[in-house]
């Protein structure tokens, strides 16, 4: 008889230890829903906001929303660009940033029609640095056979704070 009222009282905690498992991770799920999604809308709004660089051509491949950024390290930031492809044919072309490693950049490459433009949404990130003030540069390139060449730059000015 003693054995069947121990194991009675393994299943039942067993249970209960289960059900406290499984009410913690509905907790967590539900604070990490909370937090990711709040920071989906922060740069959704960013986008929003972001004015619309004026066209980019042939005498100005890339035309930047904004040439002065400010920017909290680990915060994203969104600059909107405009990009004109001067070459022959269509390819596929995408951004890079030039700045010292002061910034992180994500971006999705484009493909252009020859003498067409494109809009680009980025989204940079001020690494680690001292707060200061930093001269960056936007640089087209496009896909040449699996190797990116160069194709434009324009500076833009960032302050990290």
């Known amino acids: ?29 539900a604070f990490l829903k909370g937090t990711f999604s709040n920071l989906t809308e922060d740069l959704e709004s960013k986008i929003k906001e ?41 390819h596929l072309i995408s951004l890079n940033i030039s700045c010292n490693n002061i910034l992180t950049l994500e971006v999705t490459p484009k493909i252009i029609p020859s003498l067409q433009r494109a809009e680009f949404i980025t989204i940079l990130r001020a690494k680690a640095v001292p707060p200061d003030v930093y001269l960056c540069s936007f640089i087209s390139v496009y896909n040449n056979s699996g190797a990116w060449t160069q ?3 324009k500076d833009f000015t960032v302050k990290v704070k």
């Open 1 to 29: 008889m003693r054995n069947k009222k121990a194991a009675i009282s393994l299943g039942v905690n067993a249970i209960v230890i289960l059900i406290i498992a499984v009410i913690m991770l509905g907790m967590i799920l």
């Open 50 to 90: 972001e004015p619309t660089p004026a066209p980019a051509t042939s005498s100005s491949p890339i035309s930047l929303s904004r040439e002065y950024l400010t920017i909290k390290q680990g915060d994203p930031e969104v600059i909107k660009a405009s990009v004109f492809n001067p070459l022959n044919a269509t």
């Open 151 to 153: 194709i434009a730059t």
